[in-house]
């Protein structure tokens, strides 16, 4: 079974950069889409951008489009979250997932394994 362990969390500020990881065990990430979702204070998690299995296909949520880059290196059996230009809006705890032989779903029913999650805040 698959299990995931984020890090690379942390309190940066307005236009800061971070990177998050996501080190899965278990498992071949090569045969996993990676997913990031996140979860703000009193708000519903919400899908961030996702990368499906073959590294092929990436999606972004709007809010992201352009600041954050998801990637996996599946030797290292690593997906990441780049993420730049950040706002304090931005501030959440992350969480990545994984779905095999995904193709980067923004529906969080269709990850089977996550992560315990890694905090960003962001002041302005």
């Known amino acids: 079974q698959v299990q995931l362990a984020e890090s690379g969390g942390g309190s940066v500020q307005t236009g800061d950069s971070l990177t998050l990881s996501c080190a899965a065990s278990?498992?071949?990430?090569?045969?996993?889409?990676v997913a990031w979702f996140r979860q703000a204070p009193g708000q519903e998690r919400e899908f961030v951008a996702g990368?499906?299995?073959?590294?092929?296909?990436?999606n972004f949520a709007d809010s992201v489009k352009g600041r954050f880059t998801i990637s996996k290196d599946d030797a290292k059996n690593t997906g990441y979250l780049q993420m730049n230009s950040l706002k304090p809006e931005d501030t959440a705890t992350y969480y990545c997932?994984?779905?095999?032989?995904?193709?980067?779903?923004?529906?969080?029913?269709?990850?089977?394994?996550w992560g315990q999650g890694t905090h960003v805040a962001v002041s302005s």
């Open positions: 997932a994984a779905q095999q032989y995904g193709l980067a779903s923004p529906l969080e029913r269709a990850y089977h394994a």
């Open positions: 278990g498992g071949p990430l090569g045969i996993l889409a």
């Open positions: 990368i499906a299995y073959t590294g092929g296909t990436r």
